[in-house]
């Protein structure tokens, strides 16, 4: 069964910086996709950035300068490094797989206070 689990979240100064971690197992081939998604109280989840088997990625405009997604394909690992940090980055973030089937981790929490 494969699980995906994320780590770094918490809480950090506007300005600040934070490095998310996601860990699959249960899976010995590389995924296709894996990216980050976040949801903040009252709003639909978001995909925040993407990046596939190639290394081809993709942001949301509202993060690109500050966020940097990478992945490592021997480990299925992904990565999330935010930088600049503002209020408005508050929310639950989920890490996301996929092969033919869609995975998600459990999310974790980042707060960023003004």
């Known amino acids: 069964q494969v699980q995906l689990v994320e780590s770094g979240g918490g809480l950090v100064q506007a300005g600040g910086s934070l490095r998310l971690s996601c860990a699959a197992s249960?899976?010995?081939?590389?995924?296709?996709?894996m990216g980050w998604y976040r949801q903040a109280p009252g709003k639909q989840r978001e995909l925040v950035a993407s990046?596939?088997?190639?290394?081809?990625?993709n942001y949301r405009d509202s993060v690109k300068g500050r966020f940097t997604i990478s992945r490592d394909n021997a480990k299925n690992t992904v990565h999330l490094q935010m930088n600049s940090l503002k209020p408005e980055d508050t929310a639950v973030y989920y890490c996301?797989?996929?092969?033919?089937?869609?995975?998600w981790g459990q999310g974790t929490q980042v707060t960023v206070s003004s």
């Open positions: 249960g899976i010995t081939s590389s995924f296709n996709a």
């Open positions: 990046i596939n088997i190639g290394g081809n990625t």
């Open positions: 996301n797989a996929r092969t033919f089937l869609t995975y």
